[in-house]
């Protein structure tokens, strides 16, 4: 997709702060360092639209990104070791489950892991409450620079088994350096814009 409109709508924390717009959305989810904002960027082609910290746990809100006026992206807040106390995460648990089990416009979660390494006890937990709840989810495994091509294929099927990922999901490899991996993120999503 060419993106030539984007705008971060309103940063949530409530229900009843969510757009009151009927378009398809796209919630990402992924631990708090994996790249989730160096991927929107990637994926709208915008150096700073969403923000990238050096700290992890930077976003605390649910961000409302409407794109073209057909979608939102959702970044959710990052989960993980995120350097904050234990009641603020429960908090953002709170928050994130709220809109992902009841957001009627939710089409899928696009879950971001480290394709560099095997999946986290919390990429696992989320991945299986995903499931769970029968929420499409688009997988996609980024840093792909950061290794070498003769190890994509290796380090796709242990995320792919630690997952236990389940075959009608889509997985997509991908790299916010190199653009690896737009196309097919986006053909994913628009696959589901209309389910």
Avoid at 20 to 39: C, H, I, M, T
Avoid at 77 to 104: L, Q
């Amino acid at each position: 997709m060419k993106v030539n409109q984007v705008e971060l709508v309103i940063s949530a924390v409530w229900v009843e702060q969510y757009p009151d717009e009927q378009l398809p959305e796209f919630a990402l989810a992924g631990r708090s360092n994996v790249g989730k904002s160096s991927f929107i960027n990637k994926m709208i082609q915008r150096k700073s639209l969403a923000r990238i910290s050096q700290k992890p746990g930077k976003t605390q809100t649910l961000n409302f990104y409407r794109i073209e006026n057909q979608l939102f992206f959702v970044d959710v807040p990052g989960y993980g070791f995120a350097k904050v106390s234990k009641k603020e995460r429960e908090k953002w648990g709170e928050m994130i489950e709220t809109y992902i089990t009841s957001r009627e416009q939710l089409r899928a979660v696009v879950q971001i892991v480290d394709l560099r390494h095997k999946p986290t006890n919390d990429d696992v937990m989320m991945y299986e409450f995903l499931k769970y709840y029968q929420i499409p989810v688009i997988l996609v495994a980024t840093k792909a620079d950061k290794i070498p091509r003769s190890k994509w294929q290796k380090n796709a099927k242990v995320v792919r088994e630690t997952l236990d990922f389940d075959p009608t999901d889509d997985f997509v490899m991908f790299s916010s350096e190199t653009g690896m991996g737009r196309d097919e993120a986006w053909h994913a999503i628009s696959a589901k814009m209309d389910q």
